[in-house]
């Protein structure tokens, strides 16, 4: 998956399972920030994987989760 593509898939990820988060990194105008720091932990996921594979939806899912419960 190239670097656009796995930016823009994680942005929809968290723009559809966690649209309230979402919202506020928009509002705040943090949004860029937030998704180039999910994308750098996501960057193992990404290689090589598929966009329409659902277990690596569960994968950046999972870690999207763990970034914001870290926050």
């Known amino acids: 998956m190239t670097d656009t593509l796995a930016y823009d898939y ?3 990820v968290l723009e559809e399972e966690f649209l309230e988060t979402y919202l506020r990194y928009s509002n705040n105008g943090i949004l860029h920030y937030e998704l180039t720091n999910i994308l750098e932990l996501c960057e193992p996921l990404m290689k090589g994987l598929d966009e329409d594979d ?3 939806r569960y994968e950046v899912i999972g870690t999207i989760a763990d ?3 870290d926050l």
Request: glycine residues 0%.
């Open 67 to 69: 970034y914001i419960l």
């Open 10 to 12: 994680v942005k929809q």
């Open 54 to 56: 659902r277990f690596l």
